[in-house]
């Protein structure tokens, strides 16, 4: 075993964590107007505000470890979803249609999903107790 696969559930974990930052930074910046964003949108506001409350619940689960393939998974869909149907229709190619972020997080969340979220999650803390629970049976 060299360097790299001994650390490669930390470096998950902490590619995990950076990239869920971010992520909460774009939903906090369309639901609030912070950060440099435009001005706060309802969540009711299509497609803004659901993709707003996506990025910022999902970036924090992803953050935490919690319920991380699934918050990849919806984060990563939304994110096509964003490609798609707001970037692509520009422009054939992402950087023509200002989309690379968007096709960027689609695979990176991808990639969590099939990953998992590495070291320091609470999806961990959860898998370590239930492997230390009695298992009762009826007699």
């Not at 984060?75 to 229709?89: E, I, K, W």
């Amino acid at each position: 075993m060299n360097f790299f696969d001994r650390g490669r559930d930390h470096a998950i974990a902490v590619f995990r964590i950076v990239v869920g930052a971010l992520f909460m930074c774009h939903g906090a910046q369309k639901l609030f107007g912070v950060l440099g964003g435009k001005g706060a949108v309802s969540i009711t506001d299509w497609p803004a505000g659901p993709a707003g409350l996506i990025e910022l619940v999902g970036g924090a689960l992803i953050v935490i470890g919690l319920g991380t393939r699934v918050a990849a998974l919806i984060a990563s869909g939304s994110m096509a979803y964003a490609y798609f149907v707001v970037h692509q229709p520009a422009g054939l190619l992402p950087i023509q249609n200002k989309g690379e972020l968007a096709a960027v997080y689609a695979w990176v969340f991808l990639l969590l999903a099939f990953t998992g979220p590495g070291a320091w999650a609470v999806d961990n803390v959860i898998a370590a107790r239930k492997q230390r629970e009695p298992v009762l049976v009826n007699a």
